[in-house]
């Protein structure tokens, strides 16, 4: 039960720390005399650093083990959110953000990896969801919690709290993990092999359609996480403890989505369990667009409803998609894990970063742009779908055929 626990735990710590500062925009703003565009850099900072290490963490754990990768990064992580905590204007708190992301994501990557190498199976689909749905809710419980500790003390409270989150995830991983993936496994720790393990899969066009069909329906959700400062403080004119009227409704959602991925392990397809996850989420984002548009469309609930069954799509198909990137390259799960992480953290920077500030006319953009997501997400999953079938079924020689299938 414990190894469970702290492979969530160390799924969590990365996405969590994206938007744990969001309540603390106003603190910081005033504090460092930073605009908005400018208070927006210690999201992408961090996400942008997060996605270009994530390339390198999976198949550094592939070559020296899981444990040392873990261990090592968390370590650097607590080291950089003591830096920001003690940041005395806004270049170094962003210089220290960098260095948060460039850390944070060995514990992301290299937990969902050790998930593959111990488990099989349903039971790997079953913790993979739960991990999924604590992947997802972290940022959406992370303002929650920021705004919870400002109550206490000054913005260093937020980066005080996530070193010592770090410190209590390095105890658990020396303490309670096993190293999941002895020397005999490993691969060579050489740059050519590391490269060109990567090239290998990102030549792959299969890792493509899975990796981008995870990467849109969940970018289709974290739209609203990236733009939460904008979509709750803006749009909706609420305040540092509001937060909550978005991300409830979307960790309900995820919660009950992540239930139904685990419930379906080894009772349906993996592959129907994604097309039903898409059909929700295409249809929540609909719904979504539909009442956004509304003369009520700026006001809670039905700003929220859309984003809420996207969600639920989104966690009830995302773990499979993991999992079939995963066996994908059973050798390597490390760098695919790297791989798919990396064009995720990636385009969620540029959501971040790009697309949320330009969303900021009104709560029907977000849903539009939500729509768009999904669609596209399933459009990627609809020809990975028809590929699979086309290269299921045998050729047929013309020998083979009887006159009347040659008419």
Same mark, same amino acid.
């Given at each position: 039960?414990?190894?469970?626990?702290?492979?969530?735990?160390?799924?969590?710590?990365?996405?969590?720390?994206?938007?744990?500062?969001?309540? /603390?925009?106003?603190?910081?703003?005033? !504090?460092?005399?930073?605009?908005?565009?400018?208070?927006?850099?210690?999201?992408?900072?961090? +996400?942008?650093?997060?996605?270009?290490?994530?390339?390198?963490?999976?198949?550094?754990?592939?070559?020296?083990?899981?444990?040392?990768?873990? &261990?090592?990064?968390?370590?650097?992580?607590?080291?950089?959110?003591?830096?920001?905590?003690?940041?005395?204007?806004?270049?170094?708190?962003?210089?220290?953000?960098?260095?948060?992301?460039?850390?944070?994501? /060995?514990?992301?990557?290299?937990?969902?990896?050790?998930?593959?190498?111990?488990?099989?199976?349903?039971?790997?689909?079953?913790?993979?969801?739960?991990?999924?749905?604590?992947? =997802?809710l972290a940022p959406a419980i992370a303002p929650m919690v920021g705004g919870v500790l400002l109550q206490f003390g000054s913005w260093q409270w937020v980066f005080g709290f996530m070193?010592?989150?770090?410190?209590?995830?390095?105890?658990?991983?020396?303490?309670?993990?096993p190293e999941s993936h002895p020397p005999e496994r490993r691969t060579p720790l050489r740059p050519a092999a590391v490269l060109g393990?990567?090239?290998?899969?990102?030549?792959?066009?299969?890792?493509?359609?899975?990796?981008?069909?995870?990467?849109?329906?969940?970018?289709?959700?974290?739209?609203?996480?990236? =733009?939460?400062?904008?979509?709750?403080? !803006?749009?909706?004119?609420?305040?540092? $403890?509001?937060?909550?009227?978005?991300?409830?409704?979307?960790?309900?959602?995820?919660?009950?989505?992540?239930?139904?991925?685990?419930?379906?392990?080894?009772?349906?397809?993996?592959?129907?369990?994604?097309?039903?996850?898409?059909?929700?989420?295409?249809?929540? /984002?609909?719904?979504?667009?539909?009442?956004?548009?509304?003369?009520?469309?700026?006001?809670?609930?039905?700003?929220?409803?859309?984003?809420?069954?996207? @969600?639920?799509?989104?966690? +009830?198909?995302?773990?499979?998609?993991?999992?079939?990137?995963?066996?994908?390259?059973?050798?390597?799960?490390?760098?695919?894990?790297?791989?798919?992480?990396?064009?995720?953290?990636?385009?969620?920077?540029?959501?971040?970063?790009?697309?949320?500030?330009?969303?900021?006319?009104?709560?029907? /953009?977000?849903?539009?742009?939500?729509?768009?997501?999904? &669609?596209?997400?399933?459009?990627?999953?609809?020809?990975?779908? @028809?590929?699979?079938?086309?290269?299921?079924?045998?050729?047929?020689?013309?020998?083979?055929?009887?006159?009347?299938? $040659?008419?």
């Open positions: 039960m414990a190894i469970p626990v702290v492979l969530a735990l160390l799924a969590m710590i990365g996405p969590f720390s994206i938007d744990t500062p969001f309540p /603390a925009f106003g603190q910081i703003g005033d !504090e460092f005399d930073a605009t908005t565009a400018e208070m927006q850099l210690i999201v992408t900072a961090y +996400m942008g650093s997060f996605a270009v290490m994530s390339i390198f963490h999976g198949p550094l754990s592939d070559a020296v083990g899981r444990k040392p990768v873990l &261990v090592a990064g968390l370590s650097v992580y607590v080291c950089a959110s003591i830096g920001a905590a003690f940041s005395p204007d806004l270049t170094t708190l962003l210089v220290f953000r960098v260095v948060q992301g460039l850390s944070a994501g /060995a514990a992301t990557i290299v937990s969902r990896t050790v998930i593959r190498d111990i488990f099989e199976g349903p039971q790997a689909q079953v913790l993979m969801s739960r991990v999924a749905m604590i992947f =997802g070193a010592a989150l770090g410190v209590v995830l390095v105890g658990a991983s020396l303490l309670v993990l393990g990567l090239a290998d899969i990102f030549r792959t066009a299969a890792f493509h359609r899975i990796a981008w069909s995870g990467t849109l329906l969940f970018g289709a959700q974290f739209v609203y996480i990236g =733009g939460a400062a904008i979509f709750v403080g !803006e749009l909706l004119g609420l305040g540092e $403890l509001d937060f909550w009227v978005l991300f409830v409704p979307m960790i309900a959602a995820m919660t009950l989505g992540s239930w139904i991925s685990g419930r379906a392990a080894g009772r349906i397809s993996g592959r129907r369990l994604v097309s039903a996850g898409y059909t929700v989420a295409i249809v929540g /984002a609909g719904i979504g667009v539909a009442l956004t548009a509304s003369p009520r469309g700026q006001e809670v609930p039905w700003a929220v409803a859309g984003c809420a069954f996207v @969600a639920l799509g989104s966690a +009830m198909a995302y773990p499979t998609l993991q999992l079939m990137a995963l066996d994908l390259f059973p050798a390597r799960r490390g760098a695919v894990t790297s791989g798919s992480t990396f064009i995720t953290l990636l385009f969620n920077a540029s959501v971040a970063f790009a697309l949320a500030p330009l969303l900021a006319t009104s709560t029907l /953009a977000f849903a539009g742009a939500s729509l768009v997501m999904v &669609v596209l997400g399933q459009l990627c999953w609809s020809w990975h779908c @028809a590929v699979e079938s086309r290269e299921a079924v045998p050729p047929t020689h013309p020998q083979e055929l009887e006159p009347t299938d $040659l008419m």
